[in-house]
T-cell receptor
Framework: ETGVTQTPRHLVMGMTNKKSLKCEQH?????MYWYKQSAKKPLELMFV???????ENNSVPSRFSPECPNSSHLFLHLHTLQPEDSALYLC????????????FGNGTRLTVT | GQQLNQSPQSMFIQEGEDVSMNCTSS?????WLWYKQDPGEGPVLLIA?????ELTSNGRLTAQFGITRKDSFLNISASIPSDVGIYFC??????????FGAGTTVTVRA
């Protein structure tokens, strides 16, 4: 079992729906990340939370809304998405302020119809 | 993040072959990471490099942190079918920002 768990694994939603992606990490890390992965492109950093405070927001449209209620849980709330938002959304965690690597979850495959 | 150039973009390998892929950057990095992603899964860390010139192995995998701190390579020796997947490099700069390459897709030739 990976130390970072994401649910659901797959999600199909219409453009008018509201849904949420969930991430939970059991590694004792204090920083959590949301990345977007599209085919043949580098991972795109969306949001970073460190000690439950959002420290980075990479010009992500407001239709994506993150929430970090504690250092073990991270959510990505989705509303009025566009078809081009279809992608694999990856959650990751690490110890901030160190050179430690990111540990990724298995992602949520999102399809917007 | 910085732009990383990862090559090749894809490769077909014969079982038993040794293969190599690399990443280059115009900027200096303090850390190089190599990940592998299997279909339907998230990236899994293979090797982490923290010092220029460092050469580290993990089983049949060997990675090196380039002496200029602007490049890294990953070698896979005696490839086997389960080596298929997408391999990503990532470099971390002094401000702790992590940049990823676009990946090398490895397919084993039957």
């Amino acid at each position: 079992e990976t130390g970072v768990t994401q649910t659901p694994r797959h999600l199909v939603m219409g453009m008018t729906n509201k849904k949420s992606l969930k991430c939970e990490q059991h590694l004792g890390h204090n920083a959590m990340y949301w990345y977007k992965q599209s085919a043949k492109k580098p991972l795109e950093l969306m949001f970073v939370y460190s000690l439950e405070e959002r420290v980075e927001n990479n010009s992500v449209p407001s239709r994506f809304s993150p929430e970090c209620p504690n250092s073990s849980h991270l959510f990505l709330h989705l509303h009025t998405l566009q078809p081009e938002d279809s992608a694999l959304y990856l959650c990751a965690s690490r110890d901030p302020g160190t050179q430690g690597p990111l540990h990724f979850g298995n992602g949520t495959r999102l399809t917007v119809t | 993040g910085q732009q990383l150039n990862q090559s090749p973009q894809s490769m077909f390998i014969q079982e038993g072959e040794d293969v190599s892929m690399n990443c280059t950057s115009s900027s200096i990095f303090n850390t190089w990471l190599w990940y592998k992603q299997d279909p339907g899964e998230g990236p899994v860390l293979l090797i982490a490099l923290y010092k220029a010139g460092e050469l580290t192995s993990n089983g049949r995998l060997t990675a090196q942190f380039g002496i200029t701190r602007k490049d890294s390579f990953l070698n896979i020796s005696a490839s086997i079918p389960s080596d298929v997947g997408i391999y990503f490099c990532a470099g971390r700069s002094s401000d702790y920002k992590l940049s990823f390459g676009a990946g090398t897709t490895v397919t084993v030739r039957a």
